[in-house]
């Protein structure tokens, strides 16, 4: 397992943009895939993106699509979340997730991930 740790969450406008970073302990981070989940108030943790342990594919939740980019620097033991054109509805805790050899070919289900960070918010105000 690994530990994960995000960063970069606050308050932004409609429109702005936030970098997330999920730094992860160990020295195994390169087998890992990794995932951004978001969870909003009375609402389920819903999937957003994720980056296979490979790095070689990248999967995003349609209502992402086009604005998030997921990307990880295994030099650094860290997975990036570049989200621009945020909305209101993007407003959320963030989870970073680690998933040993995790590839995105059977889907994007939480259960593929056995760690998980403490969460970051995300706030986007109209």
């Known amino acids: 397992q690994v530990q994960l740790v995000e960063s970069g969450g606050g308050l932004v406008q409609a429109g702005g943009s936030l970098r997330l970073s999920c730094a992860a302990s160990g020295r195994t981070f390169s087998i890992y895939g990794l995932g951004w989940f978001r969870q909003a108030p009375g609402k389920e943790r819903d999937f957003v993106a994720a980056?296979?342990?490979?790095?070689?594919?990248?999967y995003y939740a349609d209502s992402v699509k086009g604005r998030f980019t997921i990307s990880r620097d295994n030099a650094k033991n860290t997975v990036y979340l570049q989200m621009n054109s945020l909305k209101p509805e993007d407003t959320a805790v963030y989870y970073c997730a680690a998933g040993k050899y995790y590839s995105g070919s059977s889907g994007y289900w939480s259960t593929d991930f056995g760690s998980w960070g403490q969460g970051t918010q995300v706030t986007v105000s109209s």
């Open positions: 980056i296979s342990w490979t790095g070689s594919s990248t």
